[in-house]
Structure formats: C-alpha cells, structure tokens
DNA sequence: CCATCAATCAAGAGAGTTCTTGAATGAACG
DNA sequence: CGTTCATTCAAGAACTCTCTTGATTGATGG
C-alpha cells in the first residue's frame, strides 16, 4: 500500500496549499489592502468602510465578505448595523510581511515611491524607539494627520490632531521650535508623507513616523483614548 | 490647492496597495505555493520544478514567471537551464505569516488536517530546541524523509535520509529503542506526518518535527551539506 | 405593523486567470 | 553550422473575479 500513500499526500497537500492560496487572494487586491488598513485603526460598520475607502456600500460589502470567508475579518451585527474588525493581530504581522517584500522586491512600488514620494519627503523616517526618546528629551511635537474620528478612536498619547484637510489652515497651532514628527494609518499612509512636504514648505522642520498607529500598537507601546 | 492633494493621494495609495496585491495574488494559487515550498529546499530548474510539482514544464515555467514577475524568485540562465531560487529569506517570512493565518483563520484548514492528520498524528510535534536536547541526550534519532536529492542539497546535521516511498522497505535501517523525529519540506509536509503514522503502525515512538528544513536553515541552525 | 435604514444578495457585462497545445528561442556540442 | 535540449512564447477554451444595478433581508422606532 505505497501508492495510495503518494496519491493521498499530493491531494492533501494541494487542498492545504489551497487553503492559503485563498487566504492570499484575498489580499490581493487594492481595495480590500485599503479595507484592511481602516480596520487596523478600529473596527468600523460597512457604510464607514465604503466611505473611507471610497467604494459603493453593495461593493464594499462584497469586499468585506471576500475577507471574512477566509477568516481575515469577523463582522458582528451590532442593532442595525454590521460592525466588522480584523480577526486577530497575526492579520497585521501578514499584511506586514507582504509589505516588506513588496518594498524590496517589486518594481511597481520603487516607480511609484520614485514618483510620488521620493521627490518630496521618503527616506528619513524616525523609528518609534527614536521618537520616544525625542518626545521625553523635549524636542518634538507627534502630530496625527488622519481624519478626526480616526484619532478619537485611538492615537498615541500627547499627539496633536490636525487632519491633513486642515493642516493648511491650522498650521499655527502647530507649536514652533519644535521638530513634527506626523504620523497616519500605517508605514505607506500618503497622508503622512503629505503633511511632511506641506510642513517643509512652511520652512517647518518635518519628518515622519515609520509606522501608523496599528503599527504602534502591535508593538505594545500605548495608546490613548479620550 | 487642497483638493489635489487628495485626488493625488488616493491614487498613489491605491498604486502601492495595488503593487502589494500583485505579489498576494502570486501567492494565490496553490501550485505556485507548491513551486515555492520546493524553491525553499533549494535552486531548482524549470524541468526539476515541474516533475516535483506535477506539472507540465511549460505550466511550471508560467507559474514561475508569475512568481518572478512580483520579485519572489529570480532565475538565472546557467547553460542550457534557467535555474530559479527565491529572491530573500523575506518571501519564507511571508509564506510563513501567511500559514500562522491560515492555521488559526480558516475552515478549509481545520477540515483537511482533521479528516487527513487528526486521526494519523496531528499535534504533538517536537520544536527545534526539544530536538536538540534529545539529540545531545542521545535520545532520538533524526530522520529525513524528503526524496534523496533534496536531502543531498542540504539536511539538518546526522539526520538519516529515507525517502518516505523507501521508508517500509528500509524500516531495519531506523535505530530501534531511540525515538524517531521525522521531517520534511516544512510545517505543513505531509511526507514527515505521513512517515509519523507508518512509523507508528510499527510500534515505533515517532513525532514529527514542527518545522522542515527551510525553517531550520531560518532559525540559523546548522545544515549540512555532504 | 408599516416605514426606514443598513447590509446583503442576485444577475450580468467585462476583464483577468489557468491550463493545454504547438511553435519559437537560445545555449551547447558534436 | 546544424542538431539537440531546456525553456519560453502565443493562442484559445473554460473558468473566475470585479463592479454595477436593483431587489431582498433584518432590525428599529414611531
């Protein structure tokens, strides 16, 4: 009984490698990378989600229920509405590592940081350790570029909330003297690498954080919730 | 001009997200994670690759161009072969996340390992510090049972090489009295759970090893190479 | 219990993926 | 320089994914 043995193995093998495969092609596409990134900052109901993101609800939905199928995302109805968060912290350590190789292997993501960003802002980012010992020592202000309830649902304590929306028209309360670290969603969250380039232009001296807030939080650092 | 900042931004996010979703999607078919587990052992050609996977050499070629399309291996032309590796250790940390998910996360997962592993062996496997303990101890004896190729292209340190086709055969070759600790391609092989319940027919004391081969090399841990 | 609101379902057009088959490269070697 | 062998390319049939539209479900609140 030798053959049965291989035969058995193969389709074994190939039924778990399915299992994954399903898990990946979940994650691959834009719009469900974008959903996973608002759930990293709180859970949230469908129609925040399809705003956020700028889906319509019924696609929204379907993009929520393509996540859920394969356990990435748990949705609970709560009254009329159905509030969905990512399932547990594993989730983040994997869209994590899909980031990293994607920084460093593909070409798609050097064009578009040489495009975008690497004209305005890119490579100095302060690490968390960094800003600690920044924000302690004195010299620096955190700011929170995302959009208000974003912050009210968590942040990291003493940052400053101005919305990329308004940082133009809010620049004086942003303290002077002092050097801004801003920080956003999560590592590749454009609203922070905007917020450098606009501070700078003010003659501001700016950086930003490597990491967004569930970055933060993974890391075991805390967060505030007022 | 605060507009186009955002018009700006949704774009250059979803450009990125989009770069990521490329490499998921490569990740989403569960041959291409076969052709992956198999790079994981070592370089392979197209032709060494498809036998392996149990596909068509032109098949195995489109799948690997698939992977290299996204950076996740490259392959160089080495006389009449192009031989293909995985670009970094990065790409098993991803493969690796992707599993931890799909462990926990997915039914699909929980279904084929109760209906092919639950009942053969399943849960208790040794970790690579346990291994070693027994292994200094003179309690166990390691045992390699991918095909004998594989184990030429590198194994753990005194591990013994029995293919699992060979493994009922060469049985007398297995030191009786010690513990067997078989292992495989990676934690999800089904050769070394395989060779666990043939062992165990026998009245052998057999575990399998939590890892296989590419994780070990991870980890730092020693391979040999005669 | 009927109106309302949030979310989901269902169906279909258009685009993308997968595998097969047979032809085309491109290096090696007599 | 023509043959051989490994790999890649090209085209097409079958299937899957994505987004839109409009209908349906399920909880809430007058």
New binding site residues.
Partial sequence: MVKPVWSFSLSAKLDLFAAFADIA?AL??A??LDLLEHLAQGEK????L?GKAG????????????LRRVGLVV?E?R?????YRITEDDVLDLVAALRRVGERHTNAVKVVVGDYFQARDSLDAVGFAALEQMVTDGLATILDVRPADEFADGHIPGALSIPLTELKVRLDEVPTGLEVVAYCRGPWCVLAFEAVALLREQGRLAKRLEGGLPEWRRAGLPVATP
């Fill in positions: 092609r691959g596409n719009h469900r109901s469908v129609e925040a399809a889906l319509t609800v019924a696609n929204a939905s379907q993009h929520l229920q393509a949705g109805r009254g009329k509405q159905v509030v």
